[in-house]
Structure formats: structure tokens, C-alpha cells
């Protein structure tokens, strides 16, 4: 409809305003799409286990099509992910007797994985997560304990790095984390950052996901988690905004319906984020949500499969809510 501003337009000149997408939501609300986001992030279709599912088989089809229709639509992609605890196929941990595979073993995999996927989307890819939640959550404890650091060990963060640089020199390389913004995990992924510069790895930049709720976290743990991550000299990229209607730990089954009061509240929250973004606008050069509208959103299934949940500026009928309005509100004009 003609009447609805683009999302991206209100935001041109200050930064891209994104969506994670699958195949289904490009087929069925392409118009939607390109009409308010002009950045893309495969939601699911470049992740290791689905674009390589086997050693000697990769699938680009997905990845193909999400890159062909941003093309065609003047989008920028975001590629998400090369390393990550989830979403990778056990072949890549495991020797021909299904023994844990030595470190050399799963570098030389983890490089042929990054110049074939990488190498395929060279140019047109601006920026890749390149290793996708390697902090660990539990306040103790430094790297998760993942299959990546047990089979290769500690520098495989600096390794990956090099390898996606090497894959695609023109490509800005990002570390992407959740829960960024909890004062310890925050220091953590700082810290990690901090030695990867100081290795020479080429991060060119930090992913601030953004999976946040209507309580939480405050615009001053957003703003001091910020300030830290910019003082490190990266770029920073929010790569998966939501604000879901509850806390993660709440597992209550029968969600309050989405009530003006609660719509409201939403707006707020994302009246309030923005306005934030908008004064890092200097350091922050895109804003990607994760999912284009309530249609699709992962929230449906997390933590509570099948709980129906409304984090988006856009409802299940693709049409602008409250929050909407106000995101535009704060953009280049006013
Ligand atoms: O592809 C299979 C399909 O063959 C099977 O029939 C179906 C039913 O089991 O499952 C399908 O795989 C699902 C996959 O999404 C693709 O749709 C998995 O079950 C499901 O767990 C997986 O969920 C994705 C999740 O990452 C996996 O951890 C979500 O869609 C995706 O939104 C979510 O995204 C992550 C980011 O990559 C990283 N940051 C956190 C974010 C939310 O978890």
C-alpha cells in the first residue's frame, strides 16, 4: 500500500535496516520484503548442515535463491554462519573410524568449507558472522565447550577468522554473540575480541543480536555494551533483533495475547532502542530484525514450541503496528 513509509527508506543514510528470511517468506511476502528491508540474512539456509550437508555434497539452492532475490532487489546480504555449535553435521568433528577428527583434519575442512561458500558469494556477501556464539553463558567459565575448541582448541576463533579472509578478502568478518549486553558475558566477549585483534586476526566487527524481551536489558546496559564494543575500533552490526513478549525463562504455555496495553509496551521498547541506535549511528551500520513480520518468527518455537509470540514491528498480516510507527518516527528526518 502506498500510504505505509519504507522501513529502510526512513532509515537511508543512516544505517541498512534488515531481515532474516527464508525461502518461504521470500516466495510468499517478496513484495513486503522489498518494500522495507534492504539487507538479508539467510536465516537458516547458509548454516554448515544445510548448505554442506555432507562432506562431498554441498546444497546451494536456499542460499541461491535468498542471494538472487536481495540481488534483484538492491539488498545487501549478511552470510550467517561459518562456526557455530549448532547447525554443524557431526562428519566435521569425525576421522573415517568416527573417532574425534584431529585438529588438521577439521581445519582443512572447516578452509575447503569457507572457499566453496565464501568463494561462491565473493563480492556480493558484505559481511559474514564468521564464529557465532563461542562466549560461554555460565558466569564461570570463558569459551563454550564446543566441538570447534575441542578438536581444534583454543586459537580456532583466530584461525576461522583468517580462513574467511582469506576466502573472501573484500568481506567485513564479524563475531556474533547473544546475551551481549549481561555485564559478565559482555566483558567476556570483549576480552575475546580484544585478543583476537591483538593476534592480527582480520575482525573487522562485532554482531550484537539482539534477542531482547519487553523487561529487559536496559537502555543502559544496550548503551554501556555498545561504547565497550566500539572502543575495541570495529564496526557493529545489530544482526537479530527481536523483543519477545517474555523473559527466556518464562515457560509459561498460555501466552497474554498480544492486548493494546502490551502493543503498546512494545512500542515503546522499540521506540527506546532506536532512538539509542540512532545516536551510535556513527558505529552501528546496520540494524537486521530476525524474521520480517510476526508471520515467521522463531519465538513461536522458543522456549516453548508452538507458543505464538509477536516481536516484530509487523504483524501476521504483514501490516505496521504501534512499534512500527514509532521506529520510523525516530529515523533521518525527525
Ligand atoms: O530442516 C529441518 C527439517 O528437515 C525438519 O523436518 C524440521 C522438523 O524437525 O526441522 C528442520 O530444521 C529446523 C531448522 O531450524 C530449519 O528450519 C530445526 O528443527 C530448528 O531447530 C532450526 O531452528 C533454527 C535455530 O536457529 C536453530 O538453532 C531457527 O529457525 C533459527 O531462527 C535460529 O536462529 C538462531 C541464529 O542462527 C543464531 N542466533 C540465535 C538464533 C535463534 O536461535
Known sequence: DTKTPSLYGAYRGIFNIGAAVGTRSIRRERE???????????????????????????DFDAADEIVKFAEQNGMAVRGHTLVWHNQTPDWVFED???????RGLVLERLESHAY??????????????????????KKES?????????????????????????????????Y???????????DKIYRLVRSLLDAGA??????????????????GEI???????????????????????FAFDDRRSDLPAPTEEMQNLLAQRYDDIFRLFRDYRSVIDSVTFWGAADSHTWLDNFPVRGRLNWPLPFDRELKPKPAFW?????????
Do not use: C
Open 32 to 58: 513486503f520484503i522489498a518494500a522495507h528491508y534492504n539487507s538479508l540474512t539467510a536465516e537458516n539456509q547458509m548454516k554448515f548442515e544445510e548448505i554442506h550437508p555432507e562432506e562431498q555434497r554441498y
Open 96 to 102: 573415517e573410524n568416527g573417532a574425534p577428527a584431529s
Open 116 to 137: 566453496a561458500v565464501m568463494g561462491r558469494y565473493r563480492g556480493r556477501i558484505h559481511a559474514w558472522d564468521v564464529v557465532n556464539e563461542a562466549v560461554e553463558d
Open 142 to 174: 570463558y569459551l563454550r565447550d564446543t566441538k570447534w575448541l575441542s578438536t581444534v582448541g583454543e586459537d580456532y576463533l583466530e584461525q576461522a577468522f583468517r580462513i574467511a579472509h582469506k576466502a573472501d578478502p573484500s568481506a567485513s568478518l564479524f
Open 176 to 186: 556474533n554473540d547473544y546475551n551481549e549486553t549481561d555485564p559478565v558475558k559482555r
Open 202 to 219: 582480520p575482525v573487522h566487527g562485532i554482531g550484537m543480536q539482539g534477542h531482547w524481551n519487553l523487561h529487559g536489558p536496559s537502555i
Open 223 to 245: 548503551r554501556e555494551a555498545i561504547e565497550l564494543y566500539a572502543s575495541l575500533g570495529v564496526r557493529l552490526h545489530i544482526t537479530e533483533l527481536d523483543i519477545s513478549a
Open 326 to 334: 514509532r521506529i520510523v518516527e525516530h529515523s533521518a528526518g525527525s
